[in-house]
């Protein structure tokens, strides 16, 4: 019991102050919060469809060279954030792209795709190839929607969620590869920190926690809608 009252304990202690102060909505940029949730639909949606594609590939390739592209997908994992950072950095300068929505959108993919083809990998291993073989047989539609999709359907969740709080959590590199240019709810949060502004400080941070918390609502009530639905066909 005191075990579960300290892991308690240390999850919500940083959240306690938030309750001392009362959240006002003041928005000093508007155009932050659209650009953070459109990086969030557009990131989350690559982020499952390259990551499924992926698992997918490396759960059934029999090519030799499977063992050394799986360690250079999961070489990132290994290094440290700074390094990468700066190494996009230079590579997106050469091509023009420092300073634009698609920079940052490419930057943040290479940040957030390696941990979602890990979740999707283990996933797909986990359910193992015996039960996944006999979906093979299938059209690839069908095979997709009946059988895929209400299996990863949880997983599928979890990557748009670790990638939503990865990009929310990115505060250097959208500084750096935006070039001051592309604000989102993170960078308007630093901001608003240095310039001890507590109540927009505040409502930015209230904002930091509603949109993980809308997304995994919105994604557990999209999932339930289909799985009523596929069962409603299949009847």
Not at 44 to 56: P, R, T, Y
Not at 73 to 84: N, Q, R
Not at 180 to 191: K, S
Not at 217 to 232: A, I
Request: aromatic share 12%; glycine share 6%.
């Amino acid at each position: 019991m005191i075990r579960q009252g300290l892991l308690i304990c240390l999850t919500f202690i940083p959240f306690i102050s938030l309750f001392f102060v009362v959240p006002t909505i003041e928005i000093e940029n508007s155009m932050a919060i659209v650009h953070t949730i459109g990086l969030i639909v557009i990131l989350s949606g690559i982020n499952v469809w390259l990551a499924m594609m992926c698992a997918w590939w490396l759960l059934w390739t029999d090519s030799k060279w499977k063992h050394v592209i799986e360690w250079l997908v999961f070489l990132p994992l290994f290094i440290p954030m700074l390094a990468t950072l700066f190494g996009l950095y230079l590579i997106l300068a050469e091509v023009g792209l420092i300073g634009t929505y698609v920079g940052v959108t490419l930057a943040l993919l290479v940040v957030t795709i390696p941990y979602s083809i890990r979740l999707a990998y283990n996933g797909m291993a986990v359910i193992g190839r015996p039960l996944l073989e006999q979906a093979r047989i299938l059209p690839s539609r069908r095979r997709v929607i009946y059988v895929l999709y209400p299996l990863f359907s949880r997983l599928m969740r979890t990557i748009a969620l670790f990638t939503t709080v990865i990009l929310l959590s990115q505060f250097a590199l959208i500084q750096l590869i935006g070039a001051g240019l592309i604000p989102t709810v993170t960078t308007e949060l630093y901001q608003s920190y240095a310039g001890n502004n507590r109540g927009l400080a505040l409502s930015n941070t209230w904002m930091l926690i509603l949109f993980p918390v809308l997304l995994y609502f919105l994604l557990s009530g999209w999932d339930r809608y289909m799985v009523r639905m596929l069962k409603g066909r299949l009847q």
